[in-house]
């Protein structure tokens, strides 16, 4: 197992280049400091342009070989490493933990749920098959060619996952990929790099090869654009901010892309729901993980007759959330960004200012932004529309079903929705018209299961995740056409 060592003691931590050890010297290790309590828990080494070209030499010449294993090989593999992740979830959770201030139970959780998804594409990649068909289905055609299509690696793949959940988002990037013959060099974030690495020297422990699953850590500043435009990479996997995402677009080129990027989910909630029940998934959705997640509840859009009531409800249970450190698993922690704090809390000033009502929440304390709920917020209002990734819960005042649907469809975001109501006719009515990916009916926006397809329209995201639809993204289909000459089969009997 790695030793990731303290940036701050003054001695060196080790790396990989193309799976063989070096040493870091203190001007070269970025340390990773906590947001729990801001020390410093460890150090990555910022790799130079040099070491990120002989990442890609070596992921190029292990890919054919990695490629030419028998695929039972590579699944056997990944349900080692399956196995090891889920017996290391504590050790990897409590480094996930501090990194990004996650619960420490969400964090373990975050593990063996890495475990399962890593399990289930190791077995659906057995599941994928090609196809055959004859020349002489097409119109003049005579029965003389025959067309076998089957899918083949597409290289090397460039997997960048974001903080928020660094081990799940690598691995659901990482296993797909593997399992399908690609190589793969991951850029995990700078805030979550320590427990991503060790997540992969268990990967190595079971026999994937280091050159077949490479890490390259540094500040995306510095080595984002070398990364994403380097002639070694086949496709790209990223998770991040549409800002980033569409900047990363404009510079990848002709390379394919699979992007998972930010979204504005709205609940929308009709006169019928149970209130009960969507006030309950709201504040969940909203509100797990301090809303640092793409898929958080982050607006709510109710009907006026009956937002006084369900307001009442969502304040009442935002109340009881649990405020504090991670280490005794408070469901609001403090804020990996301190800007996101900071910029979180202006919004709701201003939207109080402009005349929305501040019903819960609203103060900070550092990176600690208590869980915030402001009703009566209007489309003139910023908060309305940006993505906070942060604790608030902004609520607006509908007159009717096709309004909701207006203001979802007006964001630039097309990510997911949920929709509230007992009319399940209507629901998916309103399914129809939303532009997003998803749309969960009577319950709250949320990326699993995990084998579900995931995928964002608009700024939200390019591309189908999921299991099944990445295992396919980071494939190509290959025909081999064989020529048929007919042959001379003798006389009959």
């Not at 998804?117 to 055609?141: L, M, N």
């Not at 932004?369 to 209007?378: E, I, K, R, S």
């Not at 000459?485 to 006389?491: I, S, V």
Request: include cysteine; charge should be negative.
């Amino acid at each position: 197992m790695m030793t990731v060592t303290d940036a701050t003691a003054g001695v060196t931590s080790r790396y990989r280049v193309a799976g063989g050890w070096r040493e870091s010297d203190d001007t070269r290790t970025l340390p990773v400091i906590s947001p729990v309590d801001e020390s410093t828990i460890g150090g990555v080494h910022e790799y130079t342009r040099d070491e990120i070209d002989e990442v890609f030499v070596a992921a190029h010449r292990a890919q054919p070989r990695w490629a030419a294993r028998p695929l039972t090989e590579r699944s056997e593999l990944l349900h080692r490493f399956a196995d090891r992740l889920a017996e290391n979830a504590d050790a990897i959770g409590d480094v996930l933990m501090m990194e990004v201030a996650k619960a420490g139970k969400d964090a373990r959780d975050e593990v063996v749920r890495s475990a399962d998804y890593v399990r289930h594409t190791a077995e659906d990649a057995k599941r994928i098959i090609g196809d055959t068909q004859f020349s002489d289905s097409f119109p003049g055609q005579a029965r003389n060619k025959l067309a076998v299509v089957h899918r083949v690696p597409l290289g090397t793949v460039l997997a960048i996952p974001p903080f928020n959940y660094p081990v799940n988002l690598a691995v659901s990037k990482i296993a797909p990929a593997l399992v399908t013959g690609n190589t793969v060099v991951l850029k995990p974030p700078s805030q979550g790099a320590l427990s991503a690495l060790l997540m992969c020297e268990l990967a190595y422990d079971v026999g994937v090869p280091p050159e077949v699953l490479q890490v390259v850590t540094g500040r995306g500043s510095r080595i984002g654009d070398y990364l994403v435009q380097h002639p070694g990479v086949d496709l790209i996997t990223f998770t991040g901010s549409s800002g980033t995402g569409a900047d990363l677009a404009r510079k990848a080129g002709m390379v394919p892309l699979l992007l998972e990027l930010g979204g504005k989910d709205p609940a929308i909630v009709l006169a019928d729901a149970d209130l009960d029940a969507a006030a309950s998934d709201i504040v969940s959705g909203a509100f797990s993980y301090s809303g640092q997640r793409c898929t958080a509840v982050k607006r709510v859009l109710v009907v006026d007759t009956v937002a006084d009531e369900l307001v009442a409800r969502i304040a009442e249970r935002t109340a009881k959330l649990s405020v504090g450190d991670p280490r005794e698993n408070a469901t609001i922690t403090p804020l990996v960004d301190p800007e996101a704090a900071t910029g979180a809390e202006r919004m709701v000033n201003e939207a109080v200012a402009a005349g929305a009502v501040l019903v819960h929440g609203g103060t900070r304390t550092g990176r600690l932004l208590q869980p915030t709920v402001v009703d009566h917020v209007t489309e003139a209002m910023e908060l309305a529309w940006v993505e906070p990734f942060a604790p608030v819960l902004p609520v607006l005042r509908i007159r009717s079903a096709a309004e909701a649907v207006r203001i979802g469809n007006r964001s630039e975001y097309g990510l997911q929705a949920a929709v509230f109501t007992r009319d399940i006719d209507m629901a998916i009515q309103i399914a129809a018209r939303l532009d997003v990916g998803t749309v969960q009916v009577n319950g709250r926006t949320a990326r699993g299961p995990d084998h579900f397809p995931f995928l964002g329209t608009k700024a939200s995201g390019m591309g189908t995740q999921g299991v099944r639809p990445s295992i396919e993204a980071m494939t190509r289909v290959k025909s081999l056409v064989v020529n048929l000459r007919a042959p001379d089969l003798g006389a009959s009997a």
